[in-house]
């Protein structure tokens, strides 16, 4: 009779993980460097213009079938929506806040997803160790907010940071249901550089159209910035490029419900390099947050 021996994960997968993770805490300070020179939709759009060239030639080079099918439109159409919106929230969030705190608030995304998931995707229950996780992060996120802050100015950015987290539940949610045959008759499931490649595809003209009209020629105020053309690589290239692919490469081969508890670490470098780059203030009630943000991503993925 077989039994279902748990996946060894090896060292070298864990610390890779963590430093992804690592990676992702710096992009929000990554965000902010851009926008010392760049306008939020202006940011958004090239940001996504190195994400797609990467992923395009990575699936070319590989040989991933990246092109959606037309059965799959109306679904891309629909996660594209979502997905302008919530950069847009995050990047516009982040020019209004702190690096840090916006670090944090985003990462609050797999608490959300666990809430939803608990109540729209059959057989993902809240058990009691999850729901205790939910309720100590969501008193850390209660932290960041009671805390004092410099101005209303950052009030408003941490909810629209916040808005963007929601946002990025909701695309997670839509990419397990997509990711599987659904309908009667099934609709072919997508790959995920399908969903990337469409996603990006729909909204960079979006971000570029938007800049045109709202932003003008103060879109790029300061194009010859160094800082802020290495904060956009860097995002584009690394973080929306070839961190997808490390992780996509990790989860073919092992579980992702337990990779993702190492995620945790996240809000704590997204803290880390906004002191670092920004000499953004670490008050008690930030750290004290992202202290229980973490304990409750840990628990919720565990």
């Known amino acids: ?3 279902n ?3 060894k994960i090896p060292f070298r997968i864990v610390m890779a993980v963590l430093f992804l993770a690592f990676m992702w805490g710096g992009n929000a300070a990554a965000i902010k460097m851009s926008l010392t020179a760049f306008q939020p939709i202006a940011v958004a759009g090239i940001r996504f213009t190195f994400g797609l060239i990467v ?3 990575w699936a070319y080079l590989n040989k ?3 092109l959606p099918r037309r059965c799959h439109w109306p679904r ?3 996660l594209g929506t979502v997905f302008v919106i919530q950069i847009l929230s995050f ?3 982040t020019k209004l806040t702190d690096a840090g705190r916006a670090s944090l608030l985003l990462n609050t995304h797999p608490l959300l997803i666990a809430l939803i998931s608990h109540f729209f995707i059959a057989g993902d229950r809240l058990n009691i160790v999850k729901s205790i996780g939910l309720i100590i992060a969501f008193v850390g996120v209660s932290f960041v907010f009671i805390g004092r802050v410099s101005s209303t100015q950052v009030r408003i950015g941490d909810a629209m940071v916040l808005t963007s987290s929601c946002g990025l539940a909701v ?3 839509l990419l397990r249901r997509y990711m599987v045959p659904q309908g009667n008759p099934p609709i072919e499931a997508m790959n995920q550089f399908q969903i990337l490649f469409g996603q990006m595809v729909f909204g960079v003209p979006i971000y570029y159209v938007l800049s045109w009209f709202l932003e003008g020629q103060a879109a790029a105020y300061g194009f010859w910035s160094l800082s802020a053309w290495i904060g956009l690589i860097f995002q584009g290239v690394i973080i929306a490029g070839f961190c997808f692919i490390a992780w996509s490469s990790i989860v073919k081969r092992y579980p992702p419900g337990r990779l993702s508890s190492l995620f945790f670490t996240t809000p704590i470098w997204g803290i880390a390099f906004g002191h670092l780059l920004f000499q953004e203030e670490i008050t008690g009630s930030l750290v004290g947050g992202a202290g229980l943000v ?3 991503i840990y628990l919720v993925n565990r």
């Open 1 to 3: 009779m077989k039994t």
């Open 5 to 7: 021996t748990p996946i």
């Open 55 to 57: 992923i395009i030639s």
């Open 64 to 66: 991933i079938p990246f």
């Open 76 to 78: 891309l159409f629909l």
């Open 91 to 93: 990047n516009w969030g």
């Open 171 to 173: 695309i997670n949610i």
């Open 294 to 296: 973490a304990v409750g």
